[in-house]
């Protein structure tokens, strides 16, 4: 873990150690780089590294544009991504109707529902607290569309396909019609310049897989 200009980088093992990830899902984040604008690599005798402040900022980010396009219950992604909430908050994060069904998951787990990172000790019992990124990653990487636990908020909340009425979806569209050839990570640099309101990479990626699958609002 070298320190280089006042960085600490970051070998793929460190990643592994740091942030609980595998070694595939690392190596499937740098195959897809183009895709997901994975911060490039430093080799230093001979190994990548990356800054660890930049990757966990661009993976925390990813997180939050996955768990977006993966949810229908109008989930709530904004906050720091270390900061740290009890279970009325993670269900809002996850767009629960309440807490009822994060205090279900605590007994009973459904698949890659994280363990909690701490514990809040009251007088008569122990309260469960999550950092946001792993809710986030929790509605990335979890199967199937939408969630029992959950239901919609507002009217109109449900969409069919991820961004459905984003002016971002119809900008996306836009670029790919006027330059049909062009990559995601060609097109992300002309998006990023349209919007008054800065967007990161990843989340432009989505938009744009988004709109290949659905060129037409429907």
């Known amino acids: 873990m070298p320190a280089k200009t006042g960085r600490t980088l970051y070998s793929r093992a460190d990643l592994r150690k740091v942030h609980g990830i595998s070694e595939s ?11 997901n604008g994975h911060p490039p690599a430093e080799i230093i005798d001979g190994v990548m590294h990356w ?18 396009a993966n949810t229908t219950n109008a989930p709530k992604l904004d906050g720091d ?19 009822t069904t994060v205090s279900h998951y605590v ?11 701490g514990w809040d000790e009251l007088p008569t019992r122990r309260r469960p607290k999550w950092k946001r990124w792993r809710l986030w990653q929790y509605l990335a990487d979890r199967k199937g569309r ?10 109109g909340s449900r969409v069919a396909y991820p961004y459905q009425g984003d002016e971002r979806l119809t ?30 990479r990843p989340t432009w990626n989505n938009i744009l897989n988004s709109a290949r699958k659905n060129p037409e609002e429907g």
């Open 171 to 200: 900008l996306a569209r836009q670029a790919i019609a006027a330059n049909p050839k062009a990559t995601n990570a060609e097109l992300i640099p002309q998006l990023q310049e349209l919007t008054e309101k800065p967007y990161s």
């Open 25 to 35: 899902t690392l190596q499937n984040l740098w195959t897809d780089r183009e895709n």
């Open 107 to 117: 007994k009973t787990p459904p698949e890659g529902w994280p363990d909690p990172d």
């Open 81 to 99: 991504p270390e900061e740290m909430v009890g279970p009325a908050e993670a269900a809002k994060i996850c767009g629960f109707a309440d807490s």
């Open 51 to 68: 800054d660890g402040d930049v990757w966990a900022t661009w993976h925390h980010e990813l997180q939050r544009s996955r768990a977006a």
């Open 146 to 155: 939408g969630h029992a636990g959950g239901r919609p908020t507002g009217t």
